[in-house]
């Protein structure tokens, strides 16, 4: 009779004809499986495979000594195709133990021991981290900028620069300290000596217009009559912006116009409240940002004359990037060795300016211009400081 084979869970089953008896006879102390809808067929010998053997026959395969092996784990059983549990081989035939790993869904309760113990890395590799924001109730102020910065520098976490010098300057018009907002009295320009305006208190006088490369005229002269002028808002002089309605004698500081609502327009004229149209008005002016070049036009030479005048001096005069420190002197002696036809070389002239540096092409140094005098005649001396180097001195007997 040949032999019959079955595939049930992933094994190969062998029956034989021999060893249906002793199947019968342990059926009392195994529980019946219900049976497969298959017909019964007569198999001859019992045999079980692994999933990797061939399906050669076991009789042509010489018989191996059972190596031994540590104890293992009970294997697990699974129930056949047919109605039987156990079936012993006989001696003389191979037997092959099949090992399944167990599945988590196969396993009964009485193999519970045998299931591998769970892993729980919680608190050792990984833990949940929440988060919670508590809102207090009522209305919530934010610290403004200042508790911040003294926050942080009772912590001492920020590196914080040096402050910033307060600017003294102040306006002869509006009599404001420092330069102004860009939208409104905008930054301060040199009058004089120690004397500064802002560029919209200028600019918005009424004496005062503005030529095509920028300069402004008449400062000077709004600024006397501004001496005399009450302003409408704040009742302090210096007054120059009026109303250009006719016979209106209201009068404002430029920023004290801003805050009254006073109109502007495109064309340098201001309505006061009183007399400015109702609405919005396609002419006015709404924005006084200056990003254009402005100076205020003055006589150089005579400004230069009342410094020379004054002796000692107790502000520091600057011309574009020259800064004049001393004017020196000149002795009778030295009148007709210390001059040209075009300039004087007074003795203890010093002078610095800000100028390209001879070293690197896109860096400024200073240059310390200065006169001396060596065997009755001047020298020229320049002194080149620059942040890294030793000071490079230069000396000539003539200026150029």
Not at 60 to 75: A, F, H
Not at 210 to 223: H, K, P, R
Not at 306 to 320: A, P
């Amino acid at each position: 009779m040949k032999d019959i084979v079955f595939c049930s869970n992933n094994c190969f089953v062998l029956y034989s004809a021999a060893v249906q008896a002793k199947n019968s006879e342990n059926k009392e102390s195994v529980p019946s499986l219900p049976q497969s809808p298959m017909k019964e067929r007569p198999p001859k010998a019992f045999h079980q495979y692994s999933n990797n053997i061939s399906t050669l026959d076991v009789h042509c395969l010489p018989q191996l000594q059972e190596k031994i092996s540590p104890p293992s784990s009970p294997p697990i059983m699974f129930p056949p195709a047919f109605e039987a549990a156990k079936v012993e081989a006989k001696p003389d035939e191979l037997k092959v133990t099949v090992k399944l790993k167990p599945r988590l869904k196969a396993i009964h309760s009485s193999l519970e021991d045998c299931r591998p113990p769970s892993k729980k890395w919680k608190g050792m590799k990984w833990k949940k981290w929440s988060i919670q924001i508590v809102i207090p109730k009522g209305s919530f102020k934010p610290p403004c900028e200042e508790e911040i910065d003294e926050f942080l520098k009772k912590l001492g976490t920020t590196l914080k620069p040096d402050p910033v010098p307060k600017d003294y300057r102040k306006c002869c018009f509006c009599h404001e300290e420092g330069d102004g907002l860009t939208d409104g009295p905008a930054r301060l320009l040199n009058l004089d000596l120690d004397l500064w305006v802002h560029l919209n208190c200028a600019l918005w006088s009424t004496e005062v217009y503005e030529t095509q490369a920028g300069a402004l005229i008449n400062v000077e002269l709004a600024l006397r009559r501004g001496l005399q002028m009450k302003c409408m808002f704040c009742h302090k002089m210096g007054a120059t912006s009026g109303c250009h309605r006719l016979r209106c004698t209201n009068i404002y500081h430029f920023t004290c116009a801003i805050k009254a609502q006073c109109m502007f327009f495109k064309d340098k004229t201001m309505l006061c409240p009183m007399h400015k149209p109702k609405g919005t008005h396609e002419q006015e002016l709404s924005y006084f940002a200056v990003f254009r070049r402005v100076y205020v036009q003055r006589d150089e030479v005579r400004q230069i004359a009342s410094i020379v005048q004054r002796g000692e001096r107790d502000h520091t005069f600057r011309v574009g990037s020259l800064i004049f420190h001393a004017v020196g002197q000149l002795l009778p002696q030295q009148m007709q060795a210390f001059h040209s036809s075009k300039a004087l070389f007074p003795v203890g002239y010093e002078a610095s300016r800000l100028y390209w540096s001879m070293r690197y092409a896109n860096r400024r140094c200073r240059y310390l211009c200065s006169i001396e005098e060596k065997d009755g005649l001047p020298l020229f001396v320049i002194k080149v400081v620059e942040q890294g180097h030793d000071d490079l001195v230069l000396t000539d007997t003539t200026p150029k």
